[in-house]
C-alpha cells in the first residue's frame, strides 16, 4: 500500500548505461549509471524514484518502452512480446552527479533471489537499462519535527532524505536492517537522530523498528512522517501514528516497497 503521488517528469524515457559497480555493504552493491540521456534527468534530491527498466537479455525491448508508465504507457508496454519484454522495478536514486552526467543506484542483493539484485551483481560498463523518472514521495507539509522509518530496502530512501533536509531539521530516523553491517553513512542534520536497528535472523521486517517506534518519545509539536519499506512495516508505522499517536494522516506519506513473500530489493 502506498498514498506516495506519481509525478510523470517530463525528461520521458532515458536509455542509460552502467559505468562501473560497487558492493558498498555485504548485501548492497552500488551501480553506477551514464548516457547522454541522463542530461535530461532533473535531480530533486530527497527519495526520489524511478522506474528502472532491465533488459531480459542484451538490449531487447527498450526501445519499445513508453516514455511514461501511466494507464496508456503500461497498456504499451504489454504490447511488447513476453520473450523481448524488459522486467521494471521501482527504484530510489541514491545520488545524482550533473558532471559527467553519473547516477547511482543502491541495489539489495539477497544471493539469486529477485530479478534486479541477480543483474546489478554481474553488471558490466557497457551494459544498457532505461528509467523513466516519477518524482518524489517526501512532501512534508509544515511540521515541528520530521519522522523516517524504513528498513533496508528503504534505506536509500532514508539516505536520500537526511541527506537533503534543510540543516535546521530535526527528528527521528529508524532504520530497521537484518544484517548491522548494512548501516551505510548517512548525512543527518545536527538536530536529528539516527537509530539503527537490527532485527534477528528470519524475523519480519518491522519486528524491532514498530516497538521501537512504540516506545519512542515524542518531541513536541505535530510531526510529518515518512515510512517506506516491506508493506506490513510501511502501514504498521501509520497505523500507529495515526491510531495510537493521533497523527493527522495527511502528515503521513508511507510506500510499501515490498511484500514479505516477495524477495526485498532497495527502491
Not at 525491448?61 to 524488459?86: A, C, I, N, Q, S
Not at 518531541?219 to 493527522?248: C, I, K, N, Q
Amino acid at each position: 500500500m502506498s498514498n506516495v503521488t506519481v509525478t510523470h517528469a517530463e525528461s520521458g524515457l532515458l536509455r542509460v548505461q552502467v559505468l562501473r559497480r560497487q558492493r558498498v555493504t555485504p548485501h548492497m552493491t552500488r551501480v553506477t549509471f551514464g548516457g547522454a540521456d541522463l542530461e535530461r534527468f532533473e535531480f530533486r534530491g530527497f527519495d526520489q524514484w524511478f522506474r528502472l527498466a532491465l533488459p531480459i537479455r542484451d538490449d531487447l525491448g527498450l526501445d519499445r518502452m513508453p516514455d511514461r508508465f501511466g494507464m496508456r504507457g503500461y497498456l504499451r508496454y504489454l504490447t511488447v512480446p513476453k520473450g523481448m519484454r524488459p522486467v521494471v522495478r521501482n527504484y530510489t536514486v541514491r545520488d545524482f552527479r550533473a558532471a559527467g552526467p553519473e547516477l547511482d543506484v543502491d541495489f539489495l542483493v539477497h544471493g539469486s533471489d529477485g530479478i534486479a539484485g541477480p543483474w546489478a551483481e554481474r553488471a558490466e560498463p557497457g551494459d544498457e537499462a532505461a528509467l523513466i523518472d516519477q518524482g518524489c514521495g517526501w512532501k512534508p507539509v509544515p511540521a515541528g519535527w520530521h519522522l523516517i522509518a524504513a528498513d533496508e530496502s528503504g534505506l536509500p530512501a532514508a539516505a536520500g532524505i537526511l541527506r537533503d533536509l534543510p540543516r535546521e531539521a530535526t527528528g527521528h530516523a529508524l532504520i530497521e536492517l537484518f544484517d548491522e553491517r548494512d548501516a551505510q553513512p548517512v548525512e543527518p542534520p545536527p538536530g536529528f537522530t539516527v537509530h539503527w536497528l537490527v532485527r534477528e535472523p528470519g524475523a519480519a521486517p518491522g519486528s524491532v523498528l514498530l516497538p521501537a517506534l512504540a516506545a519512542l518519545r515524542f518531541p513536541p509539536g505535530d510531526p510529518y512522517a515518512f515510512a517506506a519499506g516491506e508493506s506490513a512495516l510501511a502501514t504498521g508505522v501509520r497505523r500507529h501514528l495515526v491510531r495510537d499517536r493521533e497523527v493527522d494522516k495527511g502528515r503521513v506519506t508511507f510506500c510499501g516497497y515490498w511484500k514479505l513473500s516477495s524477495p526485498a530489493r532497495a527502491r
